[in-house]
């Protein structure tokens, strides 16, 4: 497997995600129905379209190969034996309809290729109809289809659909690995910017990159004080008043989680004076370190992985800030 992009740069991190792939593509025996979840950002898209592109790919070498007429046309999305649907801008209109027009064409055999690939973006937008209507596909393929499907969690489709399928996992990248992909987007960003919105979002590039390019990061970076430091206060009110930006800006929660949770760790390096810090906001953690308890640190810090956990198991917006704030006020023994 060829993990080179069709811009030339290589397809970064996930190790793991790529050798689940590369040992099936290289032998022949890519599962008709695999299915590639994480965060959004996290280049499930991307992988898709080169995992494609590598399936039609007629070269007997590394595929794909970048030179043979295949790959001439998948990247410009006009090879006849790719099809593309869903994604954020229609997830709205991924429903049953379309799964059904895709079952009747699953059965054309293909153009030009040994495989028709099916790229499905987003499958959690899929309603339950839409759902059953794609297992009758995944339980009997046509023998020249390969489906490859995103989500965010595979927890968020049917067990019937999800247990006929082939899981790979993505996931952020190193921050220093992120922030080689996030430089060649925005070359003239500090390199301290580029590696703060790196941190910020786990190495998730994508939601870097959106939130370096709309001045998001901004936001996110100066909500952290204020949460560090209704935390510690002493009345609830405070960190009320501090999470309530959040309630217009879910899509930012997962960079404040990712925030606390550094800001905490340096806390905890704080109590036994050593470094290096490496969150967002030393003065939080400092301040954090002299209200908290080294139990009542590893206390909230156990809370910020059980509302990771809560997110990724879709809770609804306005429970989990309430869920944020008594939580954490809780670990924090207020
Ligand atoms: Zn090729």
Known sequence: MNWTLPDGS????????KAAVAARLDSGTLPHALLLE???GSGRRTLARLIAAAAVCRSDGDRPCGVCPACHKAPRSIHPDITELGGSEEARSFHIDAVRALREEAYILPNEAPVRVFILCDVQAMTDQAQNALLKLLEEPPAHVRLLLTCENRSQLLETVRSRLFSVTLGGIAPTEAVTVLRRHLPDRTE?????????????VGQALRSLQDGSYRDILDLLPPIAQGIAASTELQLLK????LEKAKDAVPAVLNGLQLILRDALFCRYDC????????ESATLLAQNLTRQQLLAALDVIAELQAARARNINHTLFLTLLCSRLRQAAGK
Not at 10 to 17: I, K, L, R, S
């Open 242 to 245: 501090a999470t309530a930006p």
């Open 10 to 17: 290589v397809f970064a991190g996930n190790d793991a995600a």
């Open 192 to 204: 301290e910017e580029l590696l703060r919105a790196a941190t910020l979002w786990g190495g998730v």
């Open 275 to 282: 470094g290096p810090l490496i969150s967002t906001s030393p």
């Open 38 to 40: 994480g965060p959004s």
